[in-house]
C-alpha cells in the first residue's frame, strides 16, 4: 500500500515520504480501515518537525524505520479483527489513532489499523473529507466546552483563534449551547467566525484582548499568544481559562513554557486553569457524529491535499494560519497488496 512515512525529525519537506509498504493487519478488537481522508492536527507537526524537542524522549524516530504518521481517519471497513471487532464490512467510520507517546499513528495510508472502540459511523450526508477534519479539533472543542466547563446560557466565552481547527467547532459548540461567544481571529476570517455563530469577533491585528475591559466566564486559548497571567486578566470571577496550545516558537521547549506557566498560575490560586483532555472514545465520536449530523456543527476545510502532497499539507499547518482544518484526501483507486 502507498503510505507517507518518516525515518528521522525536521522539516516536513526533508522527512516525509511516500512509499510503497506492507498493509497492516488487524488484531484482536481492531478493524482494517481503507483510509479516505486525514486531517492535519498539531500531534502531527510535533511528531513530525520533533518540536517541542523534549517531546522526542516519548519515542525516537530512527532512520529506516519507516513511521507512518497521521492521526485523524475516515474511511470504510475493510477487514475485521478477532475478538470482538463490532463493526461491519463496508461501514463507512471516523476515528482516531491519537495516543499521547507520539511514537507512531498510521493514518497517512491507504489502510490503516484502528481499535474498534476508537470508531464511530460516519452520518448520512457527511463526506469522508468533512468526517475527518472533525475528529481531534471536534473531540477537542466538544470535550472543552461540554465537560470542562460545561458551557451554558448566559455565559460569556471567548475563543483565542476562533478560525482555526478546534476553535471553528468550538464557535460553534458555545453558540449552540447558549453562550455569548467572543472570537478572536484575524481581518479575513472575521466574517466566517461570525456566521459560525459568534456574536463578537475580536481582530486580533487592531485590538489585544486581554487590554479590554470585557470580562469572560470561560477563555479557551487555541494560541497561546499572550503570557496566561496577561490572559487571565479578562476572567470574570469564577472565570476559567482554557489553555490549548504549544505554540511553535522552537527551541527545546518551544511553546511549553507557557503551558507550564498556565499550570503554575492555577497551582498558586491566580485562576482556574483547567486543562481540558480530549478523548477520542466512541462515546466522544457518536457525539460528534450526532452534531454533525443534526447540523448543530460543521467543518470548516481549508483546503484538501492529496496524499503525495502530504508534506505540503503539513507545512501549511506549521504557518499556523489556516482557515479551519487541513485536510488529506487519499484518492479511491484499485486494491493494492
Not at 7 to 18: C, F, K, T
Not at 91 to 97: C, M
Request: charged fraction near 20%; include cysteine.
Amino acid at each position: 500500500m502507498r503510505a507517507i512515512v518518516q525515518d528521522r525529525y525536521g522539516p516536513p519537506g526533508e522527512v516525509l515520504a511516500l512509499k510503497e509498504i506492507d498493509r497492516p493487519a488487524p488484531g484482536p478488537g481492531e478493524v482494517l480501515v481503507r483510509v479516505r481522508a486525514s486531517s492535519v492536527n498539531t500531534p502531527d507537526w510535533i511528531a513530525i518537525t520533533g518540536v517541542p524537542y523534549v517531546l522526542r524522549f516519548q519515542g525516537r524516530v530512527r532512520s529506516g524505520s519507516n513511521v507512518v504518521r497521521g492521526t485523524d481517519v475516515a474511511g470504510v471497513v475493510e477487514e475485521l479483527g478477532p475478538e470482538g471487532a463490532d463493526r461491519g464490512i463496508g461501514d463507512r467510520v471516523f476515528g482516531s489513532l491519537w495516543t499521547s507517546t507520539f511514537v507512531t499513528a498510521g493514518a497517512f495510508a491507504e489502510f490503516a489499523v484502528v481499535p474498534a472502540e476508537r470508531l464511530a459511523p460516519i452520518p448520512a450526508g457527511v463526506g469522508f473529507e468533512e468526517a475527518a477534519a472533525s475528529v481531534m479539533s471536534g473531540v477537542t472543542a466538544l470535550c472543552a466546552m461540554r465537560d470542562t466547563v460545561q458551557v451554558h446560557e448566559g455565559m460569556k466565552v471567548l475563543v483565542n483563534g476562533a478560525s482555526g481547527g478546534v476553535g471553528t467547532f468550538a464557535v460553534q459548540l458555545a453558540a449552540h449551547f447558549g453562550a455569548e461567544v467572543t472570537g478572536v481571529c484575524g481581518t479575513a476570517n472575521a466574517a466566517m467566525v461570525r456566521d459560525l455563530g459568534a456574536h463578537h469577533v475580536i481582530d486580533y491585528t487592531r485590538t489585544d484582548f486581554t487590554k479590554g475591559s470585557e470580562r469572560y466566564d470561560v477563555v479557551l486559548d487555541n494560541v497561546l499568544n499572550h503570557p496566561p497571567r496577561r490572559t487571565a486578566r479578562v476572567l470574570a470571577p469564577g472565570g476559567v481559562l482554557i489553555p490549548n496550545s504549544v505554540g511553535n516558537s522552537g527551541g527545546l521547549l518551544a511553546g511549553l513554557g507557557r503551558m507550564a506557566s498556565a499550570r503554575m498560575l492555577g497551582s498558586l490560586g491566580r485562576a482556574d486553569v483547567r486543562f481540558s483532555p480530549s478523548e477520542a472514545n466512541r462515546e466522544n465520536l457518536t457525539a460528534v457524529s450526532e452534531l454533525l449530523a443534526s447540523g448543530v456543527i460543521k467543518a470548516v476545510i481549508d483546503r484538501v491535499y492529496p496524499l503525495q502532497e502530504t508534506a505540503q499539507a503539513v507545512a501549511h499547518m506549521l504557518g499556523h494560519h489556516a482557515r479551519g482544518n487541513i485536510v488529506i484526501s487519499v484518492a479511491k483507486g484499485p486494491r493494492t497488496p
